[in-house]
């Protein structure tokens, strides 16, 4: 048997290497890149101008995620020139709100079947009191409020006493707040993929605790609820405050939190924020939890 000498051996070990290095470099890439469109435009009641640039610094602190911003005006909702290419996109953050004009009819069409063929979206805060007339729209949410939401958006949702799940049809209003304040989470599915290695309570806030909130509630599952007391003009009521929703083979995260800068620099808004965002997008969570959780300081 002939022996390969040892300088062709070293050639091909290297050569070998070479490959299995660029290789690996190739698949973590792949894996890694986490491509992010946020998207916002004119709206009532909250400063996305001053908020998405610090969305933007938030999701830049992991170097995963490869961030654009997509601003719509109110022109372009009307002529129909705002059209996004979601296809490009592994995740869609709804920095919306509430009076946010409404997208093109095909623009609607286009994100519905992004969402539905296994896009990811994450909603934040206001971006439930947007489009209270597009359906579609208001399924992946799975609750809203404000913008006209009654009864007949679907029903109010929310966990009682006995940590069961309430679909409450009761009449009446979708959406209100009391006076900011800090309130405490409660973790309700440890198991997540968002919320493993979360304490199981944590504080948030000053913010707004959104309640009443109503809608389809089809294919919610509620991560985490925040008690809204009736001393804060509250409900009485365990709210969701942190859910996923299913729409199609689409991953919606949407969170209650963050009404503006300083509320979305908090430690709570922005591990949930990338760790929801990164669910969305990949339908797993590598993200850790600060040690010092919800108190780091995001800078
Ligand atoms: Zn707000």
Redesign the pocket.
């Known amino acids: 048997m002939k022996r390969s000498s040892p300088a062709l051996t070293i050639a091909l070990i290297a050569s070998l290497s070479t490959s299995i290095a660029s290789l690996s470099t190739c698949s973590l890439r792949a894996e890694e890149n986490i491509k992010v469109l946020i998207t916002d435009g004119p709206q009532k009641?909250?400063n996305h101008q001053e908020t998405t640039p610090v969305l933007k610094q938030i999701l830049n602190k992991d170097s995963r995620f490869e961030v654009d911003h997509s601003r719509s005006t109110k022109e372009g909702c009307e002529d129909g020139s705002y059209r996004p290419d979601f296809s490009k996109y592994d995740v869609v953050v709804m920095n919306e709100?509430f009076g946010a004009a409404d997208w093109p009819a095909a623009t609607q069409k286009a994100f519905e079947e992004y969402m539905a063929s296994g896009g990811g979206m994450v909603a934040i805060?206001?971006a439930n009191n947007c489009w209270p007339n597009w359906v579609e729209y208001n399924k992946m949410t799975g609750l809203g409020g404000w913008g006209g939401r009654n009864e007949k958006s679907g029903p109010y949702l929310y966990i009682d006493a006995e940590g069961k799940v309430v679909r409450d049809t009761s009449n009446g209003r979708g959406g209100a707040?009391g006076p900011q304040h800090e309130f405490e989470l409660v973790v309700r599915n440890p198991q997540h993929p968002i919320m493993q290695g979360l304490p199981p309570k944590f504080k948030h806030g000053p913010?707004?605790l959104?309640d009443k909130l109503r809608g389809p509630a089809e294919n919610v599952t509620i991560l985490a609820t925040a008690f809204s007391s009736k001393e804060r003009r509250g409900t009485g009521r365990h709210e969701p405050a942190l859910m996923v929703v299913s729409y199609g083979k689409g991953r919606i995260f949407h969170s209650i939190l963050?009404?503006?800068v300083t509320q979305i620099k908090e430690g709570s808004f922005v591990t949930t924020f990338l760790r929801g965002t990164e669910w969305a997008a990949t339908g797993k969570v590598t993200i850790p939890v600060p040690e010092d959780f919800p108190n780091q300081k995001f800078e």
């Open positions: 009641a909250h709100g805060h206001a707040h913010d707004e959104y963050g009404h503006h």
